[in-house]
């Protein structure tokens, strides 16, 4: 059972953040038992939304893949029901941010592990048996401090980064022939790829290209699961 840390702050606006680094440090999730086995984990940072997470569920469970979901715990309450389906459907839950306001969650050691917690409590209103240790940090780890990471790691959360991005979030205005070409050329030969990419509004773009990146990793061997 994660330990609880540090209690709630006040809920504020939410106010628009950088966009997202276009890659992170670190993959601490999921592991191959077999380092030659190919390995693609979808993953989506930045919902639940009306907009998107339900286009890419339909495409999902039309495909029969499963995916890993880092949530906005502000986002869920009036897409409860989206949540659920992500649970009922057989895709992974983890956290990534209540508010997703940089300045404040990283301020301090206390002040990213509230927001971390309040994303659960926000998650667990919604799932109560839902029990996860899976963390992604709004915009990646790099460049964060020890302080901040080692506060995590302490907490009992795994640190989930990436190492493939669609490159969606720092490429307003790119097409899906961009965005699958991004996702192609970043996993390059790896065998074992986590790909980044963004379920919040305004990202038709990327329900477009999910088809066309499924199918190109499919036929080439790699078998999705989640992290």
């Not at 038709?204 to 999910?210: F, G, I, Q």
Request: charged content about 25%; aromatic content about 8%.
């Amino acid at each position: 059972m994660i330990r609880l840390f540090g209690s709630l702050v006040l809920a504020a606006a939410f106010l628009l953040s950088p966009p997202l680094a276009p890659a992170s440090l670190s993959i601490q999730c999921g592991a191959a038992p077999d380092p030659q086995t190919k390995i693609f984990c979808l993953t989506f940072d930045d919902g639940p939304t009306d907009s998107t997470t339900p286009k890419i569920l339909d495409i999902l469970q039309e495909e029969n893949v499963r995916a890993t979901f880092f949530v906005i715990g502000r986002q869920i309450p009036r897409r409860s029901q989206i949540l659920r389906r992500i649970r009922d459907e057989g895709h992974s839950v983890g956290i990534h941010t209540y508010s997703h306001e940089y300045k404040k969650i990283y301020a301090s050691a206390s002040a990213l592990l509230d927001d971390i917690q309040r994303c659960r409590k926000a998650i667990l209103n919604v799932l109560p048996e839902w029990d996860s240790d899976l963390y992604r940090f709004p915009g990646g780890e790099a460049g964060l401090s020890d302080t901040l990471k080692d506060a995590v790691k302490s907490a009992g959360y795994k640190i989930c980064g990436w190492n493939a991005s669609a490159e969606d979030a720092v490429s307003p205005g790119a097409t899906a022939d961009e965005l699958f070409e991004n996702a192609v050329k970043s996993a390059g030969t790896k065998n074992r790829v986590v790909l980044l990419l963004h379920d919040g509004v305004g990202y038709r773009e990327t329900v477009r290209a999910l088809p066309r990146i499924i199918a190109y990793f499919r036929d080439r061997g790699y078998s999705f699961q989640t992290l």
